[in-house]
């Protein structure tokens, strides 16, 4: 992952398979995940024009899932678990 100025790395977590960046850009939460065989590259999208994001670090390195927390002025505090292979998440 190259480096960016304007994006600011808060927080990284490791899996078996996936490395997942939290960062900030213009002020809002991004979740980036990366597999460590180079083959996905992906942003956790958020769906609210303003918000915050949040996850804790990763206890289980064999997680298959990222579990986070996310709020907006118009969604309440909710957590979700997002499949890190498919990109499907849960609330």
């Known amino acids: 992952m190259p480096h960016r100025s304007d994006v600011l790395v808060e927080e990284i977590t490791l899996t078996k398979g996936f490395v997942i960046v939290k960062s900030k850009k213009n002020g809002l939460d991004q979740f980036q995940v990366l597999s460590k065989d180079e083959k996905e590259n992906k942003l956790i999208p958020f769906e ?4 915050t994001a949040s996850f804790s670090s990763n206890a289980d390195y064999n997680a298959t899932q990222l579990r986070y927390s996310y709020s907006s002025p118009v969604t309440p505090n909710s957590v979700y678990d997002y499949n890190l292979a498919t990109g499907q998440k849960h609330y």
């Open 48 to 51: 609210d024009a303003v918000y």
